[in-house]
């Protein structure tokens, strides 16, 4: 007869072995659920410290933070806390993340100097700078340079310079920030390529009344085309080429060369379609949306009126511009050179038909794609990464202009935590485990 | 010169160019209602240009002509443009539209050429000549000797004058105004199936028009 | 009986018991009272004595003022700025010192006793006693005090004395006046001239030593009107109107005066101008055209300059009243009346109704122009037109336009007769076939419009072959010739369609085929089709069947089939004849018929075209048939780029910001640099312009033209954008 001491493990045996069973049951079942049921993250809060955002999200689950606020739906918004003056390169990848569609919600607990002033040379064949005076609303703002004052303005605002003397400095309530001015020249000469047509005929007037000298081939006939200027793609000759469409095969196929060797491209529609510029390219063309009719006259979002080839974005690309959830405008880097990618078509309807200052603005917006792009000379372009990266005298004005001012709060936000959620292949183990266990112990009673 | 990148026809888009034809209010703006064919016609038979089948009317005081950046103005009666008109074409070339103006009537110093002249002057300046080695002349065919003559001037039933040059007005390098007394209305005003009969064809000039305004 | 000085008389007793000191302390309002006089007196003589220690204070100011002043009127140092903050901190004091004096020295009625008593002897002291006495003393002093007649010229006296002090203080005030007066500025002249006031001759420079003295006139062109005026190269800016002459003359120093031009935006720079020279005296003339022009004089003491701003003469403005609008009216016979206002700046020098009748359709029309009301000569500013349009007179029908308008000219003898003209009314005369109707679908195009245009090639190629006809073989020649006249056959066919299809007929009537064209016929049929049908007997056909039509339509005369088919049968019978001419090789033969079928069909064309406003017929292409069919070979010239155009407003920044290194540097050089910056910133920047002037009035005068020239700076430098023109990506490193 068995003792007591041996009686209970033989009773304990099959409700341990029940129990385990039990929760391996359930535990099968949730992992069921969990992989039934699509994961539901938030968008994690980004924490930008310098030059580098920081996602707010657990060690272990970073990589899904990260592909979470990658693959955010437009439209979402992101919780971003500074923890000090953001660098350039911080401030430029938040103003990308917005122009893909995500609105940001900007908060910091540090003080912010009461004025900040920007002043950077705006790219392109006009020796100009934009003047960003960034401050609480309704400051008036003294500004002046190495040759005097210039003019008392109320922050925030922006101006544009035709000259400045190499430094801006702003006073207001004793406080006083200063700015270097940047001078540097890229080069003006822009190759466009592509069939005849009316965005052929008005991308060229554009830039030619932008100050830029332009260089065509216009495919007319099999055996014809226009040209103007030298058409073949030079990296000494030409800053940035423009490819309209699939036509002057020839060009596209010196595009990618031209890039790696820091020259710039603006790809325009379904030009990206073209295989000589897959390697280049910011992303694959989408399928066309039409424009909102009659939107290209109105003065606030004149390009919501053009037809749109999306871009469908890559790895490398950054997202610039963004309509309807689509993106427009994408960005990206190859080797030396930068790529523009443009969704819209026809925007010369926006010349044509847009309000009073269309003409100026369509010229304006043309010139800036361009200028984003082109080359500048390469002591120029060594000293321009460096003064950008690192000597952004005023990154708060920066910030202020390219996406407005954080709203200062007593203490950092607490990141929005994401609802429990089992994990599948953690209860899958426990689930095993379980039933293993409970298969064992049953044995165990068993021969007992 | 460029390979034939993509076949014979273009890939099809709102960039298509649709010869317009300008209603004004007075004169006869319809009179000839064939030119449009055949300059279609000649574009689609010589070039790639995407282009549409059929032409298009277009008010000249409507918003619409903004649509179109090469119009074709033809008439024989005198031409007086409402205030209306007026402001619309200012607009319309002011932002790159170019406007192409051909008499009717083959005279000289006619009811049309005085009256449209002065008006085309009111909005943009005098008109001056073109000069015969402009860059319209090569833009595609090329007319060594400038604007090609019709059979209106040289085939001795008509009025046997011979206008050398076409006046225009230019801006920035660009042309705004392109205005022919040379009567290509009567030229191009036949029906397409009779160009079988044309040993050269007479609408080249009409692609040279189309080429330039959509690269220039 | 005489009374002692001190006791009071009856008359001063009853009068003294009345006036009694006031609850404030002040004497009753009683204009005999002594009390109440001397009050008086010592207030009047207390505000004298104020009045003349200022003047005498501000006297003693001035003279520190007036040294400085010279000083800055002849050696130009110091500037006006501090003289005149001189002169306010001397004034202040000689202002302000006195007052306090006098605040601690008031004129007390005792003051005011004792000035009297020393004019006064016979008071014996008694209003001085009186001033100071008790109620009791009073009542016994002024009876005697009354008893002398003293207020009166004691107050005449003081009021004098005010008076006096008054004309001092003034004349001290006009001394700052004088001091402070802007000797050297004549930015004030250079505004007067900027609104178009004429500049008096006061307004010229006074000249430094060994300077040579000129005289300066704007001389407007002759057809204004405008008198001449005159002018100082004082720097500033003056307006004139386009092809004014700028007639510059001295005395002497010719051989010394160089003077220059520029244009604005000239890049070429200034150009000199050759004097005309008699003996010493000298004269030129610079002539002011579309754009503003500054004019430089240096003499080897001074350098001299005037900007001229060019006003273009404006084109007259012109309107109609009547008719108000556009006018349809089937009264061939009407008066409409017509006027119209014109208006110009300067004058109207010929105004006029103008009016085109247009008559006629298709391709051919006649116009005959005219005018009514003509007014010429030299006219005034605002013109009244008017004038009755008699449609019976001018003949006009049914189908026929009238173009009216009102045209007036001015009398710019510069550019030529500018032309203004109102809106054009049209004057429509319906045809009856029309209906009230103008927006009416056009027919399609006849089938007569295809065939002219083939004929007139049928035509030229026969031209031509029979301009090449010696050259030929005789062979090429027949092929040639029998091929256009099997194309001439097949045309004559398509008419002879065309006419029966009108006429009720069939096409059948004339057999569609030629020979050769591959379709089969036997002998017997073709010898059936190809008897000859005679032009006779199809005109009687056609002529059978217009009949027919004709009663059916009941047009009456010009029925567009009787109008449309005469012409063709015409053509028809030419082009037969041409046919046969063709055939037998004869192709000189057949140029005259051919001419006559061209010119047949064209009144064809002509005779069924209506202008009716409606949509033309859209005609649609086989895009996709016929695309790159075309034989004719191209090749397009290669094109020079536009060269870049440089941003004009980064120029002028540019420009200023060296111009203010080079004013700082050297001032002379710098300001020059700034007027030819205001030269060309006049027209394209004119809020630049403007700081640019203020600026150099400045320096000119010595004053601080810091303000200005940070003005001119914003103006040139600084543009606001909108927020959406910030660059897409320009301000980033990916």
Redesign the interface.
């Known amino acids: 007869m068995p003792s007591r001491a041996d009686a209970a493990p033989r009773r304990t045996l099959p409700t341990i072995a029940t129990a385990l069973q039990a929760i391996g049951v359930t535990a099968a079942a949730v992992c069921a659920w969990a992989l039934a049921t699509p994961a539901s993250s938030p968008v994690p809060a980004v924490r930008v410290r310098g030059d580098s955002l920081v996602l707010d999200a657990p060690l272990g689950r970073m990589r899904d933070a990260l592909a979470t606020l990658v693959a955010a739906a437009p439209g979402e918004t992101l919780q971003v806390t500074l923890d000090g003056a953001p660098a350039?390169?911080a401030?430029?990848t938040l103003?990308a993340l917005a122009g893909a569609g995500h609105p940001l919600a900007l908060r910091t607990a540090a003080p912010l100097p009461a004025i900040a002033v920007a002043a950077?040379r705006?790219?392109?064949?006009?020796?100009?700078a934009?003047?960003v005076v960034a401050g609480d609303t309704g400051t008036i703002v003294a500004i002046a340079d190495a040759?005097?004052?210039?003019?008392s303005l109320r922050a925030p605002?922006?101006?544009?310079?035709?000259?400045?003397?190499s430094l801006v400095v702003a006073r207001a309530h004793g406080v006083r920030a200063t700015a270097p001015v940047h001078t540097i020249t890229p080069g003006?000469r822009v190759l466009v390529a592509g069939?005849?047509?009316?965005?052929?005929?008005?991308v060229?007037?554009a830039l030619?009344?932008a100050?830029?000298?332009?260089?065509?081939?216009?495919?007319?006939?099999?055996?014809?085309?226009?040209?103007?200027?030298s058409t073949q793609l030079d990296s000494a000759r030409h800053a940035a080429v423009i490819a309209l469409?699939?036509?002057?095969?020839?060009v596209l196929r010196a595009i990618p060369d031209f890039v790696r060797g820091g020259g710039g491209a603006v790809l325009v529609?379904?030009a990206a379609a073209s295989g000589a510029l897959l390697g280049v390219r910011a992303g694959a063309p989408g399928a066309r949306v039409r424009g909102e009719a009659g939107a290209e006259?109105s003065e606030?979002e004149p390009r919501h009126g053009l037809?749109l080839v999306p871009v469908v974005t890559g790895a490398r690309a950054?997202p610039?511009?963004s309509r309807d959830g689509a993106i427009a405008?994408a960005?990206?880097?190859h080797v030396a050179g930068?790529v523009?990618q443009v969704g819209y078509?026809?925007s010369?309807?926006w010349?044509?038909?847009g309000a009073d200052d269309?003409?100026a603005?369509h010229r304006?917006?043309w010139s800036?794609?361009v200028?984003?792009?082109a080359r500048t000379p390469p002591l120029a372009h060594t000293v321009?990464?460096v003064l950008?990266?690192s000597l952004d005298a005023a990154p708060v004005a920066?910030l202020a202009?390219?996406i407005g001012l954080p709203r200062v709060v007593a203490a950092p936000v607490a990141p929005a935590r994401a609802p429990w959620r089992p994990e599948p292949r953690l209860l899958a183990v426990i689930a095993l485990l379980s039933l293993a266990g409970a298969w064992v112990l049953r044995r165990l009673a068993g021969v007992a | 010169?460029?390979?034939?990148?993509?076949g014979?026809s273009?890939?099809a888009?709102?960039?298509r160019?649709t010869f317009a034809t300008v209603q004004y209010e007075s004169g006869d703006w319809d009179s000839a209602p064939l030119v449009a064919a055949n300059v279609i016609d000649a574009v689609a038979r010589?070039?790639?240009?995407?282009v549409a089948p059929s032409g298009t009317v277009v008010p000249l005081a409507s918003?619409a002509l903004?649509?179109h950046?090469l119009a074709f103005l033809t008439g024989h009666l005198p031409v007086r443009f409402t205030a209306a008109e007026r402001t619309m074409l200012g607009r319309?070339l002011?932002?790159?539209?170019l406007l192409f103006v051909d008499d009717h009537n083959h005279d000289v110093d006619g009811p049309f050429h005085r009256t449209c002249t002065e008006e085309l002057a009111r909005v943009t300046g005098a008109l001056r000549p073109i000069p015969n080695t402009h860059a319209l002349y090569r833009?595609?065919f090329r007319f060594e000797n400038g604007p090609p003559n019709t059979s209106h001037e040289l085939n001795g039933w008509g009025d046997n004058l011979v206008h050398e040059q076409l006046l225009g007005a230019e801006r920035?390098g660009?042309l705004r105004v392109i205005y022919s007394n040379k009567d290509y209305s009567s030229e191009w005003s036949f029906h397409p199936e009779n160009r079988k009969f044309l040993s050269v064809d007479n609408v080249r000039f009409g692609v040279n028009l189309v080429?330039y305004?959509?690269?220039? | 009986m005489t009374a002692t000085p001190f006791e009071p008389s009856p008359l001063a007793t009853a009068s003294s018991a009345s006036p009694r000191p006031s609850p404030r302390g002040t004497l009753r309002d009683d204009a005999s009272d002594p009390h109440v006089q001397l009050a008086a007196l010592a207030r009047l003589l207390g505000r004298a004595r104020a009045l003349r220690l200022v003047a005498i204070a501000l006297a003693w100011a001035l003279l520190p003022v007036l040294v400085l002043a010279l000083s800055h009127i002849v050696l130009g140092v110091p500037s006006r700025t501090g003289v005149a903050i001189v002169a306010i901190v001397t004034g202040a004091i000689g202002i302000v010192t006195p007052i306090r004096r006098g605040a601690r020295q008031r004129v007390t009625a005792t003051d005011a006793a004792l000035w009297v008593e020393r004019a006064e002897p016979r008071l014996r002291y008694a209003l001085v006693t009186l001033a100071d006495a008790s109620p009791a003393e009073r009542a016994r002093l002024e009876p005697f005090v009354r008893a002398v007649p003293w207020h009166a010229p004691a107050a005449t006296i003081a009021r004098a004395r005010l008076r006096q002090s008054l004309t001092m203080l003034g004349a001290a005030v006009a001394g700052f006046a004088l001091a402070l007066w802007p000797w050297r500025e004549r930015s004030d002249a250079g505004a007067a001239i900027m609104r178009g006031a004429p500049v008096p001759p006061s307004a010229i420079a006074t000249l430094p030593p060994g300077a040579v003295a000129i005289t300066a006139r704007l001389v407007p062109p002759a057809y204004t009107r405008a008198p001449d005026r005159p002018v100082a190269l004082d720097g500033g800016v003056v307006e004139a109107i386009e092809g004014t002459r700028l007639e510059i003359e001295g005395a002497a120093g010719a051989a010394r005066v160089v003077l220059r031009v520029r244009e604005a935006g000239d890049t070429a720079g200034a150009r000199a101008v050759t004097l005309e020279r008699s003996d010493e005296a000298w004269r030129a003339v610079v002539r002011v055209g579309a754009q503003p022009v500054a004019v430089l004089l240096a003499d080897g003491i001074t350098e001299r300059s005037l900007t001229i701003a060019a006003r273009p003469d404006s084109v007259p403005e012109a309107s109609l009243d009547l008719p108000a609008t556009d006018v349809v009216t089937r009264d061939t016979t009407a008066t409409i009346a017509l006027r119209g206002r014109a208006h110009d700046d300067i004058g109207i020098a010929d105004a006029r109704l103008e009016w085109i009748l247009t008559t006629g359709g298709g391709e051919q029309f006649a116009a005959r122009t005219g005018v009514l009301g003509a007014r010429t000569g030299a006219l005034d500013r605002d013109v009244a037109v008017q004038g009755t349009l008699d449609l019976g007179a001018l003949g006009v029908k049914p189908g026929d336009v009238l173009h009216v308008r009102l045209a007036a000219r001015d009398g710019n003898a510069v550019r030529g007769a500018q032309l203004g003209t109102s809106d054009t009314r049209v004057i429509r005369i319906p045809r009856s076939d029309e209906g009230d109707s103008v927006a009416v679908e056009q027919l399609p195009p006849s089938p007569v419009d295809t065939s002219v245009i083939s004929q007139r090639m049928l035509l030229l190629l026969t031209e031509r072959l029979v301009a090449r006809q010696r050259t030929l073989a005789r062979d090429a020649v027949v092929a040639e010739s029998r091929r256009i006249g099997a194309q001439q056959g097949r045309l004559r066919r398509q008419v002879g369609a065309v006419i029966f299809m009108r006429t009720g007929d069939t096409p059948g009537g004339e057999h569609a085929h030629f020979a050769g064209d591959g379709h089969d016929h036997t002998a017997s049929e073709l010898a059936q089709l190809q008897q000859p049908r005679t032009p006779e007997a199809v005109l009687k056909a056609a002529e059978r069947a217009t009949a027919i039509n004709a009663t059916l339509d009941d047009h009456g005369d010009e029925t567009p089939v009787v109008a449309v088919n005469r012409p063709l049968l015409e053509a028809y019978n030419a082009m037969w004849d041409a046919s046969r001419a063709l055939d037998g090789a004869e192709p000189a033969s057949a140029i005259a018929p051919m001419r006559r079928a061209v010119a047949a069909i064209q009144r064809a064309r002509a005779a069924e075209r209506l202008y009716l406003r409606g949509a033309p017929p859209a005609v649609l292409v086989d895009i996709a048939k016929i695309r790159?069919t075309g034989t004719d070979s191209?090749?397009?010239d290669?094109?020079?780029?536009?060269?870049?155009?440089?941003?004009a407003?980064?120029a002028?920044?540019?420009r200023?910001?060296r111009a203010?290194?080079l004013l700082a540097r050297v001032p002379r050089a710098g300001t020059d640099s700034l007027r030819l910056l205001r030269l060309d910133a006049l027209a394209a920047r004119p809020v630049l312009a403007r700081a640019l002037d203020d600026a150099l009035g400045a320096l000119a005068t010595g004053a601080d033209a810091?303000t200005a020239?940070?003005r001119a700076?914003?103006a040139?430098?600084?543009?606001?954008?909108r927020?959406?023109?910030?660059?897409?990506?320009?301000?980033?490193?990916?």
């Open positions: 350039l390169r401030t430029m103003r950077r705006v790219e392109g064949p006009a020796a100009s934009s003047l040759a005097g004052a210039l003019d605002t922006l101006l544009r310079a035709a000259s400045l003397a003006t069939r005849a047509g009316w965005e052929s005929r008005f060229i007037a030619e009344e100050g830029w000298q332009v260089d065509a081939l216009l495919d007319v006939a099999p055996t014809v085309a226009v040209r103007q200027g469409d699939g036509a002057a095969p020839a529609g379904s006259a606030d037809d950054v610039i511009e405008i960005a990206a880097r930068r523009v078509e026809d010369w309807r010349r044509m038909a269309a003409p603005a304006r917006w800036a794609l200028a984003g792009v321009r990464d950008h990266d920066t202009a390219t | 010169m460029t390979a034939r990148a993509h014979g273009p890939l888009t709102g960039d160019f010589f070039t790639r240009i995407d918003e903004l649509r950046p319309y002011d932002r790159g539209g833009s595609f920035d660009r080429v305004a959509l690269t220039r | 790159l191209a090749r397009a290669a094109r020079t780029p536009l060269p870049a155009r440089p941003d407003g980064a002028l920044a540019t200023l910001d203010l290194v810091t020239l940070q700076r914003r040139a430098a600084l543009v606001p954008v927020g959406d023109a910030t660059p897409l990506w320009s301000t980033g490193a990916p």
